[in-house]
């Protein structure tokens, strides 16, 4: 079992940045791992993941260049920092981990992971 918790959400003004942090109870270097949001109203969508073994990351087309998906296993940490915040980026983020590694890219999606942390708020507004 692989608990996970996220931590560093909050408020910002558009333009501002935010690091969210996954702590997990297992090293994760032989997992794929992944960054997911929900807005009010909307499916969980996916942000970043790292899904192979050769951790290269990968951000969605809506994030790409603002965010970054990163990992210390030495921690058993995995990162998100999201800079040039807009509002459509509030929502509850979530890290999750699963069992299975691939370098297909398409599969950073919320049905390929088994681990999922509680959730962070964050609140982009002026």
């Known amino acids: 079992q692989v608990q996970l918790v996220e931590s560093g959400g909050g408020s910002v003004q558009p333009g501002g940045s935010l690091r969210l942090s996954c702590s997990a109870s297992v090293n994760l270097d032989k997992y794929a791992i992944g960054w997911f949001r929900q807005a009010p109203g909307k499916e969980r969508e996916g942000v970043a993941c790292i899904l192979s073994i050769d951790g290269s990351p990968y951000h969605v087309d809506s994030v790409k260049g603002r965010f970054t998906i990163s990992r210390d296993n030495a921690l058993n940490t995995v990162y998100l920092q999201m800079d040039m915040l807009k509002p459509g980026d509030t929502g509850v983020y979530y890290c999750?981990?699963?069992?299975?590694?691939?370098?297909?890219?398409?599969?950073?999606?919320?049905?390929?992971?088994?681990?999922w942390g509680q959730g962070a708020q964050v609140t982009v507004s002026s």
């Open positions: 999750a981990a699963g069992t299975t590694l691939t370098t297909n890219q398409d599969l950073c999606v919320p049905g390929f992971f088994d681990y």
